[in-house]
């Protein structure tokens, strides 16, 4: 990640830089987020297809493979955040959609997947949609397995993360498989 200052005149001053690598560390394009929250365009990207590639994946597919399954969150910062806590086993969507594209990708390094979406509306839809796509390819017959984590409203897992620390969030963790296996 690096920061673009102010200072340069550029339409990229003031924000957050993201570099977004494919799988093999080849690098797809750059993302960026504006520091000051009232900002009207605080996203801004390179064009590119979000839907084929997974924020972080190149860093995590080792852990991924290793424990047999994967954090799925919508944002860059999200999988930081949870990468510098210990979490490497997480990816992020870059939005909201998780796509089969994406689904196939990560099912070569895993089995399951925790959807941790936003607590917000956008957040809870995507997991219910991500859900029904779950069922309607009839994906566990793959041997994947969809674990719906719902966070309290309006919560972001960054932010639940550093409110209920890695032992709040392993609990969740659980309680989440703990709930689909019942």
């Avoid at 597919?61 to 997480?90: C, L, P, R």
């Avoid at 990560?106 to 796509?133: P, V």
């Avoid at 972001?156 to 969030?169: A, I, T, Y």
Wanted: net charge neutral.
């Amino acid at each position: 990640m690096g920061y673009c200052p102010l200072s340069v005149n550029h339409e990229v001053s003031g924000r957050i830089i993201t570099p977004i690598y494919d799988t093999y560390n080849g690098l797809i394009a750059l993302s960026t987020r504006h520091l000051n929250q009232e900002v009207k365009n605080k996203f801004w990207h390179e064009s590119f297809d979000k839907g084929s590639y997974l924020y972080g994946l190149c860093y995590a597919k080792d852990a991924i493979f290793k424990y047999n399954k994967a954090i799925i969150v919508e944002g860059e910062f999200d999988v930081s955040y949870f990468h510098s806590i210990g979490f490497n086993m997480t990816v992020g969507t870059c939005g909201s959609a998780f796509t089969l594209f994406q689904i196939s990708l990560l099912s070569k390094f895993c089995s399951e997947f925790y959807l941790m979406f936003d607590g917000d509306e956008a957040g809870k839809a995507a997991i219910k949609r991500t859900m029904n796509d779950y069922k309607k390819y009839n994906l566990e017959c793959y041997d994947l397995k969809f674990i719906p984590v719902f966070l309290p409203q309006n919560i972001d897992p960054d932010e639940f993360l550093m409110k209920e620390g890695v032992s709040g969030m392993k609990k969740k963790l659980k309680e989440s498989r703990e709930k689909i296996n019942s």
